[in-house]
């Protein structure tokens, strides 16, 4: 027990009495600092009629199915670059992954120069008109925005995910395949692809995980802004609590975050593993 | 090769590059404007600078502090990953060989603690550690990431240790190795691959935190996200500061990146096959 002791204490105290506290609060009234008497569901209650909390989780919903299926498209692609018999294929994939190294924050800044002042630059000196205002002043553009830079950035790792599942595919396999004269696309999509299901699983899982939490990015790039229109769930959270003191529906909704995350993670994972092939 | 083949690898060539380019491009961007006066900057942020300043950087290196921001990222990163490989290969060890209902249950609840947002708990969390916060800043965050990160550090040895043979412990022991030493003498060397792994995970994230660090750090103890967001907020304006700030935060991860490439990229492929 000498082994565990020390970092279960601590497991402990930072991650499951927060959780189990939160969770208790959330059916009191308090108040950040002390509570006083059980409330029921009225914190909860309360979050729902809140307007902004709806149109920011079907912001975020929007947010995390499309970068689910772009970033992991794209990271399949270049997993498939990066493995194909190109000479400079590691060449490219450091490449590939250098947004990974750097921090949401990081990017959010560059890229919103690249908005807001690099491309309305270009855009007046050579009239494009979908580029003259800064795509980060309105709301449609601005997801847009998100999900360009959240691919960008994330695409990298998932490519490490994808190119680990592709070349632990046996290559008798594939030889096979190409003896019986299928062609590169019928080999990639009736071998390669059901035989790294498992890959899938753990990017899909990741992206999902990081689409509901993503803040950095959010935080540099929109501020949630124009209007707040841009909030995604875990800004809006941070804002309602911190920003305007509503500590007992910040932390409601961050339950519901909660609830949903492990909900669509649980959901994902099952029908991911269904897929996959038992080798 | 067929003529379709060589078609196909030209193709990929041209894909690979041309997007390799758009993921660098970015970076090039802001090098380039960092190097350039205010006025060069608006008229055209593409051109490359007909005459170089060194001046923004000499700006931004004391405006964010930099110095002082790396060393504190250097620090808390450090320990926080030092302490999370000792914590957690001892934890994953004690778990992986003593085989009863408890351990079972709580490596259990370890893997389940790991789809818990952060967000979910940062309201609570800050109220009950505002003290421990106020008293060592740099301390507590170390802690913090320790129970952050232990869960995912624990399973990945976990499911390492399980490939070591249970011979060797027992060797050990009937050499007359007590367990500490049994664990720090021979086992834990033989789990070199995952340890870099773990430290290559581990780092990354806390490196580039921002969200914890916001909440429990302050000037004096910022780290290099931390001091670049800061100084942007505040210099907006100055964009050629900005971008020399920018240049110099991502500088020192990216040279740490070059130098043990390989090991990041077979570090994150182990870290996703489990």
């Known amino acids: ?279 | 090769m067929s003529t379709r083949a060589r078609w196909g690898k030209r193709a990929t060539f041209l894909v690979g590059y041309t997007l390799a380019f758009a993921y660098v491009f970015p970076f090039f961007l802001v090098f380039v404007n960092s190097l350039k006066l205010k006025y060069d900057i608006l008229a055209n942020p593409l051109a490359i600078p007909l005459s170089i300043t060194w001046e923004n950087f000499q700006q931004a290196y004391t405006k964010m502090n930099f110095f002082r921001s790396l060393t504190n990222s250097i620090i808390i990163t450090v320990f926080s990953v030092s302490l999370l490989i000792i914590f957690s290969s001892m934890l994953a060890y004690y778990l992986a060989r003593t085989k009863t209902k408890l351990t079972k249950y709580i490596f259990l609840v370890l893997v389940a603690s790991m789809i818990v947002p952060f967000q979910a708990l940062m309201i609570p969390f800050m109220a009950r550690f505002a003290q421990f916060v106020s008293w060592n800043n740099r301390g507590a965050l170390i802690f913090f990431y320790i129970g952050f990160g232990v869960a995912l550090s624990t399973f990945l040895y976990h499911g390492f240790i399980s490939t070591i043979p249970t011979e060797i412990d027992e060797a050990a022991s009937i050499d007359g190795a007590s367990d500490m030493v049994a664990f720090w003498k021979i086992i834990f060397p033989m789990m070199r691959p995952i340890t870099a792994t773990v430290a290559i995970i581990n780092a990354l994230w806390i490196w580039n935190d921002f969200l914890l660090p916001r909440l429990v750090l302050t000037n004096e103890t910022q780290t290099l996200p931390l001091s670049t967001y800061l100084f942007y907020g505040q210099y907006s304006i100055e964009y050629g500061q900005a971008m020399a700030g920018l240049v110099l935060a991502v500088i020192p991860i990216v040279i740490f990146y070059l130098v043990l490439q390989k090991q990041f990229i077979s570090g994150i492929s182990q870290g996703a096959v489990k």
Not at chain 1, 83 to 102: E, G, Q
Request: aromatic share 16%; hydrophobic share 55%.
């Open chain 1, 1 to 279: 027990m000498k082994f565990a002791g020390v970092p279960l204490a601590i497991f402990s105290i930072v991650l499951v009495v927060p959780f189990v506290n939160g969770v208790y609060y959330t059916f009191t009234d308090w108040d950040g600092f002390e509570t006083t008497k059980l409330v029921g569901f009225s914190n909860y209650a309360e979050s729902f009629q809140d307007p902004t909390f709806w149109s920011t989780l079907r912001f975020t919903a929007l947010f995390v199915v499309v970068s689910l299926v772009l970033v992991n498209a794209v990271a399949f692609g270049l997993a498939l670059i990066v493995t194909s018999k190109l000479k400079s294929a590691n060449f490219l994939r450091t490449f590939f992954f250098v947004p990974n190294l750097v921090g949401g924050v990081v990017l959010g800044v560059i890229w919103q120069f690249i908005f807001n002042s690099a491309i309305v630059a270009l855009a007046n000196k050579y009239d494009w008109e979908l580029f003259k205002q800064s795509w980060l002043q309105d709301t449609n553009k601005a997801f847009w925005a998100l999900i360009i830079v959240t691919v960008w950035q994330s695409s990298g790792y998932m490519m490490i995910v994808y190119i680990t599942g592709l070349i632990s595919i046996e290559n008798d396999v594939l030889e096979a395949s190409q003896i019986d004269g299928a062609s590169p696309l019928r080999t990639l999509f009736t071998i390669k692809i059901p035989l790294m299901a498992q890959a899938f699983t753990i990017a899909l899982f990741l992206t999902l995980r990081g689409g509901f939490m993503a803040y950095d990015v959010n935080v540099a790039l929109t501020g949630g802004g124009p209007f707040r229109t841009t909030e995604l769930i875990s800004l809006h959270i941070f804002q309602d609590a911190f920003a305007n003191g509503n500590f007992g529906t910040g932390q409601s909704k961050a339950v519901v975050m909660f609830l949903i995350v492990a909900l669509a993670a649980l959901v994902q994972v099952t029908v991911s593993k269904r897929y996959e092939v038992q080798r």
